[in-house]
């Protein structure tokens, strides 16, 4: 299951680079591999454990947890789509599990976004994309939950008049 694909324009190549879209064992893991064949005992990067989508409540602690194979080892970076990966985030690689992490301790609803968790090695690159769902709490909730009350408690007095003027 190869697909053969020219770059495109922009995309610098080394002479004899191709992207072979191949297909992982994993659901929703897009592989890229750069050459049209590997040396013995080699592989394109690909994820045996992705990361699962979050929904949290703010001010929890949030972690993307993902396993990675290839060979060389492919290096693991986490991009966000609409923002930066700042301070607020450490990635984490436990050698014990062979897990990969991107730890949010803390988090804000300006946090809920989609990330990417790319796998790179000389070969190819792996990518999967993950949603965090940030919950909020505070002010904003308690006013939206006062004012559904209120208009709870109007309704069945509305439909009391609309029934005795029938």
Not at 44 to 57: E, G, H, V
Not at 76 to 81: E, L, Q
Not at 124 to 153: D, Q
């Amino acid at each position: 299951m190869f697909k053969i694909c020219k770059a495109k324009d922009g995309q610098p190549t080394a002479p004899g680079q191709v992207k072979i879209k191949k297909k992982s064992r994993v659901p929703g893991v897009m592989i890229t591999q750069y050459v049209e064949v590997l040396p013995n005992g080699m592989a394109t990067p690909d994820f045996t454990r992705k990361p699962i989508a979050l929904t949290i409540q703010e001010g929890k602690m949030a972690f993307f947890r993902a396993i990675v194979t290839g060979n060389p080892t492919p290096t693991v970076t986490w991009v966000r789509n609409n923002g930066e990966i700042d301070d607020r985030y450490k990635s984490v690689f436990d050698t014990i599990s062979g897990e990969h992490q991107l730890q949010m301790p803390n988090v804000c609803a300006d946090q809920a976004d989609t990330y990417k968790c790319y796998a790179r090695n000389e070969f190819g690159k792996a990518l999967v994309t993950v949603t965090l769902n940030v919950i909020e709490i505070g002010y904003k909730k308690s006013k939206a939950m006062k004012e559904s009350r209120t208009a709870f408690r109007e309704l069945p007095e509305d439909f009391k008049k609309n029934l005795r003027s029938t």
